[in-house]
T-cell receptor, first 119, second 114 residues
Framework: AQKVTQAQTEISVVEKEDVTLDCVYE???????LFWYKQPPSGELVFLIR??????QNEISGRYSWNFQKSTSSFNFTITASQVVDSAVYFC????????????????FGGGTRVLVKP | DGGITQSPKYLFRKEGQNVTLSCEQN?????MYWYRQDPGQGLRLIYY???????QKGDIAEGYSVSREKKESFPLTVTSAQKNPTAFYLC?????????????FGPGTRLTVL
């Protein structure tokens, strides 16, 4: 069975501080995908990044960066120099291998981490 | 603009009534999904459909039903058998089942049972 754990339920920071969100996953598949989504107060989930299990390179996109470590089954997300607009709930999600046709594009979500950035 | 629409945004239901949540997409995506989100929790998969006229149960399908008669539409019915239906419901879609792509989400419907 697949499982995603986001141990931090809520993080509060002051604007311009860095914040790191932890994500630990469990899967028996050797090929899988990991995702991060942002859920602002409006409720709609916004896609941030997709990473496949063969690509362990870290990725940076503006103030966002991701650290994928297969050895520890972790896919952590860092917001550098946080801004008030970063306040949202962030979800990490795990997808089945594309070879698992029966599973389709199903995702297993973590419980989410609420980030509150204070001015 | 392409996207996913869900209606209504807020829905109130009396106990014992069935209610149908609408989800429409104009992204030409093959796959569609319904998730349920409870306060302070993650998303749980209710049903998903990989192709028209076909759908599968997710992790929490009991008390729900769906249909997929058209590619762009995937309505969800919350039946009276669902014991605790008050939640936020999110619809999503993705392209090509056998090629990994992200799911795109609609704005959600907040259902409250009175």
């Amino acid at each position: 069975a697949q499982k995603v754990t986001q141990a931090q339920t809520e993080i509060s920071v002051v604007e311009k501080e860095d914040v790191t969100l932890d994500c630990v996953y469990e899967t028996r598949d050797t090929t899988y995908y990991l995702f991060w989504y942002k859920q602002p107060p409006s409720g709609e989930l916004v896609f941030l990044i997709r990473r496949n299990s063969f690509d362990e390179q870290n990725e940076i996109s503006g103030r966002y960066s991701w650290n994928f470590q297969k050895s520890t089954s972790s896919f952590n997300f860092t917001i550098t120099a946080s801004q008030v607009v970063d306040s949202a709930v962030y979800f990490c999600a795990l997808g089945f291998s594309p070879l698992n046709k029966a599973a389709g594009n199903k995702l297993t979500f973590g419980g989410g981490t609420r980030v509150l950035v204070k001015p | 603009d392409g996207g996913i629409t869900q209606s209504p945004k807020y829905l109130f239901r009396k106990e014992g009534q069935n209610v149908t949540l609408s989800c429409e997409q104009n992204l030409n995506h093959d796959a569609m999904y319904w998730y349920r989100q409870d306060p302070g929790q993650g998303l749980r998969l209710i049903y998903y459909s990989q192709i028209v006229n076909d759908f599968q149960k997710g992790d929490i399908a009991e008390g729900y039903s769906v249909s997929r008669e058209k590619k762009e539409s995937f309505p969800l019915t919350v039946t009276s058998a669902q014991k605790n239906p008050t939640a936020f419901y999110l619809c999503a879609s993705s392209t090509q089942v056998n090629v990994w792509n992200e799911q795109f989400f609609g704005p959600g419907t907040r259902l409250t049972v009175l």
